[in-house]
């Protein structure tokens, strides 16, 4: 799968973090738009004091006392990357890709694909809840 490397660069605008994604969500217009778009609410449902960055030249990145997750677009998924998902319990079984690493866990969106929502929501909110136990160990 290829990175979209287009639209919006960090740094290149003085647009804020939330703003740049609102722009890679209408850049996109397609399917892949909607579904970042379908994450991205599902997110800030999920934690409403979420804090939205912009990383590594177009990625959007949640974070909550550390990286929840980022939402990567590609030609033929929206790819949203948990930092620490390896450490998560997915009894809804929503981690279909990077399965073979010791830190990451990623989930596959595809055109047509329904979301989980109430398990992405409880996936969401376990991360949080492991940075907040990692930041009150410091």
């Known amino acids: 799968m290829k990175n979209e490397k287009s639209g919006p660069?960090?740094?290149?605008?003085?647009?804020?973090?939330?703003q740049l994604i609102d722009a890679r969500i209408k850049e996109?217009?397609?399917?892949?738009?909607?579904?970042?778009?379908?994450?991205?609410?599902?997110?800030?449902?999920?934690?409403?004091d979420v804090v939205e960055e912009w990383k590594w030249r177009g990625v959007p990145v949640w974070y909550h006392d550390g990286i929840i997750c980022t939402g990567e677009t590609y030609k033929n998924a929206v790819k949203m990357t948990f930092a620490k998902g390896a450490s998560l319990?997915?009894?809804s079984g929503l981690f279909n890709a990077s399965l073979e690493g010791n830190t990451r866990r990623a989930i596959d969106?595809?055109?047509?694909?329904?979301i989980d929502e109430k398990a992405l929501k409880a996936l969401i909110r376990a991360a949080v809840a492991l940075n907040?136990?990692?930041a009150t160990k410091r």
């Not at 660069?9 to 939330?18: A, C, I, Q």
């Not at 996109?28 to 409403?48: F, K, M, S, Y």
């Not at 969106?109 to 329904?114: I, L, S």
């Open 109 to 114: 969106f595809h055109e047509d694909d329904t």
């Open 9 to 18: 660069k960090e740094g290149s605008t003085g647009d804020t973090p939330s």
């Open 89 to 91: 319990a997915d009894p």
């Open 28 to 48: 996109l217009g397609d399917w892949r738009g909607e579904t970042l778009a379908r994450v991205r609410a599902i997110i800030e449902q999920a934690v409403p």
């Open 132 to 134: 907040t136990s990692k």
